[in-house]
């Protein structure tokens, strides 16, 4: 593969924005060379300025359940930029897709538009902690929730990738409030209830760990938490940034059958464009103003072009046979990569909840962000340094889950799957 016009975009890209990327695991310091630069996207594949091309496991880290370039959603988006691409004002296309959410999303009995996660878990805090007039929140070790400071503590994704312990630049005061329990660990929450119970806002949660790998509940943990909340008085939150419409049309809350208080939603509401949201019961919702005193406000929230972008995504993606054929394929890239690795002797786990999929080097299963740090790394990175070369593209990160689109079934998936054993062969080389 030839990368000299890539080298010389990233090149230039580095003399002006910080590590020539504006969000950091893009840069592949984890997995070492460089990025490629990227020309465009085209279902499930991306191709470089070079002229080469990838099969796409990452979409956009999630977003892209229909793959790159979607023909209902590139019309859509052309129809409504010339009706105006935002106005700072009421318009239909909100209400539509905020009831279109609902339908699959009953627990949000009322929502809010955002533009990104993070802003969606800056909001969700202030709002549990407006409701329930106290200060502490549980959050999970290698949970990510986007970077507000007070969700920073002990975070996955890029925090993890790059093996910074706590983030510089943010007060011990705006963590002070954070207590940090383990996933798949119920005693480690009883215990900080028992200690200080009634101070605890919410319990805020990945139910499906995304940014640490792929970590899968224990049958009855997400249960757990819901009584234990229950008990004490504090809301339960769950982050389905990631798993929202993705393990599951109606994202985890469906798939596992635990309501949670309030939701966090995004990527894949936005269809790709940037957007977020939260809602929940009613109740806690209406303490937001302009009905209650907690304040949160957006110019560009509920911004037109993203709304059709996620209303149309959406609509394609919840048409008959459209989630479960994507399923499919990510099972079959699971067996894939099981097979593959056995047949070189290399240990691996993998699984897919859904659309989602992960895969550690290492023999036994990871349950919890403290069991990644057994998995073997270098092995990953050699993996991924020869799957690229085969032109499949995996997180740059061993500790980023993977995510497929219904565009991937057939030439994609047969492609990765073919391309896997140069994979194993280079993962099995010392
Ligand atoms: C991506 C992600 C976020 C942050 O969303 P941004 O749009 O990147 O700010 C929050 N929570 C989870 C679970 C995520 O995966």
Partial sequence: MRHARSSEV???????????VNSPVRAFRSVGGEPFVVQRGEGAFLIDVDGNRYVDFINSWGPLVLGHAHPSVVAALHEQAQLGTSFGACHEREVELAEEVQRLFPSLELLRFVNSGTEAGMAVIRLARGFTRREKIIKFEGC????????????????????????????????SATLVAEFNNIESVERIFAACGDEVAAVILEPVVGNCGLLVPRPEFLAALRKITERHGALLIF????????????????????????????????????????????????????LGPVYQAGTLSGNPL?????????????????FEMACGVAESLVEGLRSGAARHGVPLVAQSVGTMFGFFFSPTPICSFRETVSTDREAFQRFFHAMLDQGVYF??????????????????INHALAALDAGFAAAARR
Wanted: aromatic share 6%; glycine share 16%.
């Fill in 10 to 20: 990233f090149e230039k890209a580095k003399r002006i924005l910080p590590g020539g």
């Fill in 144 to 175: 990510y929730h986007g970077h507000a400071d007070a969700l920073l503590a002990k975070a996955g994704s890029g925090v993890l990738t790059l093996g910074l312990p706590d983030c510089a630049g943010v007060p011990s005061a705006a963590v």
């Fill in 306 to 322: 993203a709304m059709v972008a996620g209303l149309t995504t959406l609509q394609e993606w919840r048409k008959p046979g459209v």
């Fill in 395 to 412: 997180a740059p990160s061993a500790f980023e889950a993977g995510f497929v689109s219904a565009a991937h079934a057939g030439e994609a």
């Fill in 239 to 290: 982050d389905e940034v990631m798993t929202g419409f993705r393990v599951h049309l109606g994202g985890a809350q469906a798939l596992y059958g635990v309501r949670p208080d309030l939701t966090m939603l995004g990527k894949v509401i936005g269809g790709g464009l940037p957007v977020g949201a939260f809602g929940g019961r009613r109740e806690i919702m209406e303490q937001l103003a302009p």
